[in-house]
């Protein structure tokens, strides 16, 4: 879900540029900001599904995970919602809530090096996996809170979650086509914290 809201927030804040208004589209959007700040847990973490009463999914164990890291994987993909939303509305709640889901990500998924993805209907045997793009919704995330708020350890984290990015999934030195690359030009604006 937060992939379609927050592409439907980005069509929501094109077409108000334009001059055309959408305001059943921004009441879905705050439905579901709502939502998100109902659901939030103590940690700043959200699960990875929810029933029709909003209450978390653990099972199968298979698909949902067992540890707080694959319970939680995806809380990362909220953060930029949440803060585009701040951004467009004002609304303090939301960049608090993505604040906490930021503190959360930084300590579980980044600082610890413990990011996995998958999908709810994947077609392998384990809808939970490791792989090197769900680190990107992190990286997102930091870099929007790093935006909205200029606190640097979220500046730090999405540097982390980028090099991270940068150095999985090919040999050092090359990308997949040959050629050099260097981990230091991901934000390059944001290196050594300098805009």
């Not at 379609?4 to 108000?16: G, H, I, P, S, W």
């Not at 055309?20 to 700043?44: K, S, V």
């Not at 599904?49 to 949902?64: R, S, T």
């Not at 050092?172 to 086509?177: A, D, H, I, P």
Request: proline share 3%; aromatic share 14%; hydrophobic share 35%.
């Amino acid at each position: 879900m937060n992939e379609d809201v927050t592409a439907l927030l980005r069509l929501y804040c094109y077409e108000k540029e334009k001059g055309t208004e959408h305001p059943g589209w921004l009441e879905a959007i705050e439905n579901y900001a709502g939502f998100l700040l109902r659901t939030q847990e103590q940690d700043g973490g959200w699960y990875r599904a929810y029933d029709l009463e909003g209450k978390p999914l653990l099972e199968p164990v298979k698909w949902f995970g067992n540890t707080v890291y694959e319970q939680k994987s995806s809380t990362g993909t909220s953060i930029t919602f949440l803060t585009e939303l701040y951004e467009l509305t004002k609304n303090e709640a939301y960049l608090e809530a993505a604040s906490r889901a930021g503190m959360f990500v930084k300590e579980y998924i980044i600082d610890r090096v413990r990011f996995n993805g998958g999908v709810h209907d994947s077609i392998y045997a384990k809808g939970q996996l490791i792989d090197n793009e769900s680190i990107l919704y992190p990286m997102f995330g930091m870099l929007s809170l790093y935006e909205a708020t200029k606190r640097k350890d979220f500046l730090d984290a999405a540097v982390r979650a980028a090099h991270y990015y940068a150095s999985l999934g090919m040999p050092v030195g090359r990308t997949t086509s040959g050629g050099q690359y260097s981990a230091q030009i991901w934000l390059p604006q944001y290196r050594n914290g300098s805009m």
